[in-house]
Nanobody, 122 residues
Framework: QLQASGGGLVQAGDSLRLSCAAS????????MGWFRQAPGKEREFVAS????????FYSDSVKGRFTISRDNAKNAGFLQMNSLKPEDTAVYYC?????????????????WGQGTQVTVSS
């Protein structure tokens, strides 16, 4: 129902744009988030956006480097990642939440899908 894509292997300082494809039933009126999980670590909040796309919220670790956006007409979400660092290496997920914005905890999201691997080399 939610499929993240666009990951890959890049060097520090490079950019990547992740995409999230969702079915219409779960995308409309849902908060969309991006989380990441590195090996041996807990799933970490990255960013979220309200259903209208008018409000965004970021973790301190990515603020100023990442930009979340969505296109409801295409049932798609995006995460533009600039100035990537090795510590950004993780599997990235784009879940959806039926609760209100901003939702920063994994348990607040009720729809998950497959993630995409992002690897940043130094």
């Amino acid at each position: 129902q939610l499929q993240a894509s666009g990951g890959g292997l890049v060097q520090a300082g490079d950019s990547l744009r992740l995409s999230c494809a969702a079915s219409g039933r779960i995308f409309s009126n849902y908060v969309m988030g991006w989380f990441r999980q590195a090996p041996g670590k807990e799933r970490e909040f990255v960013a979220s956006i309200n259903w209208r796309g008018t409000n965004t919220f970021y973790s301190d670790s990515v603020k100023g480097r990442f930009t979340i956006s969505r296109d409801n007409a295409k049932n798609a979400g995006f995460l533009q990642m600039n100035s990537l660092k090795p510590e950004d290496t993780a599997v990235y997920y784009c879940p959806a939440s039926g609760l209100g914005f901003p939702r920063t905890h994994p348990y607040e999201y009720d729809v998950w899908g497959q993630g995409t691997q992002v690897t940043v080399s130094s």
